[in-house]
């Protein structure tokens, strides 16, 4: 895995932050010093699969990067499932495929299919469960109930979405001490003040994110029946919708 000092050198001007193949090798290691927790999610990920994931229906990891959460759900997906995963990055789509294609899967694995693509361009149907890890906060956030609708819609009765993001607080008090514990995290990471400037300004505009009860409140008027925060680590967190069966 090699480590990530993307932002180690002054630059005169910081762009955008884009997934592109800079980032693609790199990312492993900058997401777990960057996410607090985010092993633990993966974790739940795969456990939450076992409990889901039926036969002859899809799954879809949607911003699917390097397909972290993809291969830890097949470990559990019954044979006649199909995993979709997807991303508009194609360095991310392209290291995937080829890590797929070096892996040896167990003779009675589910089926994966790569998607290049935009997530809100998919077609997303006979789900059971669908991941969005840490990618609708990329997502313009006009677009964000289309596209969370279109995952409800999409799902079976009893299927389950789970939504991890980086979340803001209404407090100010509480924005600022977690922020601050957020930034502790990646200094005892490793990551240096100016790696650390600079990566929050090529993020500004890009990653935009939303409070707990934000989430929480669109998802239930969507219709999802149970709507459950079930971890969060200063400003990261992760909730499980489940999609109830019909009266």
């Known amino acids: 895995m090699s480590r990530d000092n993307l932002y180690s050198l002054p630059r005169d001007r910081v762009g955008q932050f884009q997934f592109?193949?800079?980032?693609?090798?790199?990312f492993p290691d900058m997401i777990s010093r960057s996410v607090p927790g985010y092993a633990s999610i993966l974790s739940v990920i795969e456990q939450l699969a076992g409990r889901f994931v039926r036969p002859a229906t899809n799954v879809y990891d949607l911003g699917c990067s390097l397909g972290a959460a993809t291969l830890l759900i097949r470990n559990q997906a019954p044979p006649s499932a199909t995993l979709h995963a997807v991303d508009n990055s194609s360095a991310m789509i392209d290291r995937l495929r080829k890590r797929l294609d070096q892996q040896s899967a167990r003779p009675?694995?589910?089926?994966?299919?790569?998607?290049l693509a935009d997530v809100c361009d998919v077609n997303l149907s006979n789900a059971s469960m669908i991941v969005l890890n840490f990618t609708l906060q990329f997502v313009p956030a006009a677009q964000r109930r289309r596209l969370l609708q279109t995952c409800f819609d999409a799902l079976v009765p009893g299927g389950g979405l789970l939504l991890s993001e980086k979340v803001c607080f209404e407090d100010p008090g509480q924005q600022s001490l977690l922020?601050?514990?957020?930034?502790?995290?990646?200094?005892?990471?490793?990551?240096?003040?100016?790696?650390?400037?600079?990566?929050?300004?090529?993020l500004e505009n890009t990653l935009i994110p939303e409070s707990i009860p934000t989430h929480t409140d669109r998802l239930k008027e969507i219709g999802f029946g149970v709507v459950a925060p079930w971890f969060q680590c200063f400003n990261f967190a992760s909730i499980l919708a489940v999609k109830s069966a019909p009266s």
């Open 20 to 26: 592109d193949a800079d980032v693609a090798d790199v």
């Open 179 to 202: 922020t601050e514990l957020h930034l502790d995290f990646k200094r005892a990471c490793g990551y240096s003040e100016l790696e650390i400037a600079q990566k929050r300004t090529s």
């Open 108 to 115: 009675d694995a589910c089926g994966i299919e790569l998607h």
